[in-house]
């Protein structure tokens, strides 16, 4: 019902910043909580951010707090994610999810929760 493409990703050196970019190709663009996650080699995929419908609320793993931020522009059917201060164990693949179903709890940090997923993009942090 949606397709993901994310962008924006590369290599940087640490300390340094990115922005990562999904567009959806959704009509309907405001009815999907949006979400990042990501995957190094050898681990399990990971929650990072989510943000709710409206962009109203919005959700961190720890080890990203205060160091990136999602947002989304519904009138663009885009989602992004700026990520300062990036450090080596940032390195991963980075996947855009969609949710359109609603859910009670902690349901942004379950990928299972997630109905659509883009094709991710690398980033990769130096030290």
């Known amino acids: 019902q949606v397709q993901l493409v994310e962008s924006g990703g590369g290599l940087v050196q640490a300390g340094d910043s990115l922005r990562l970019s999904c567009a959806a190709s959704?009509?309907?663009?405001?009815?999907?909580?949006m979400g990042w996650f990501r995957q190094a080699p050898g681990k399990e995929r990971e929650f990072v951010t989510a943000i709710r419908r409206d962009g109203g609320s919005t959700y961190y793993t720890n080890s990203v707090k205060g160091r990136f931020t999602i947002s989304r522009d519904n009138a663009k059917n885009t989602v992004y994610l700026q990520m300062n201060s990036l450090r080596p164990e940032d390195t991963a693949v980075y996947y855009c999810?969609?949710?359109?179903?609603?859910?009670?709890?902690?349901?942004?940090?379950?990928?299972?929760?997630?109905?659509?997923w883009g094709q991710g993009t690398q980033v990769t942090v130096s030290s």
């Open positions: 999810a969609a949710k359109r179903t609603y859910s009670s709890g902690s349901w942004y940090s379950s990928p299972i929760q997630y109905g659509y």
């Open positions: 959704s009509g309907t663009f405001s009815d999907y909580a």
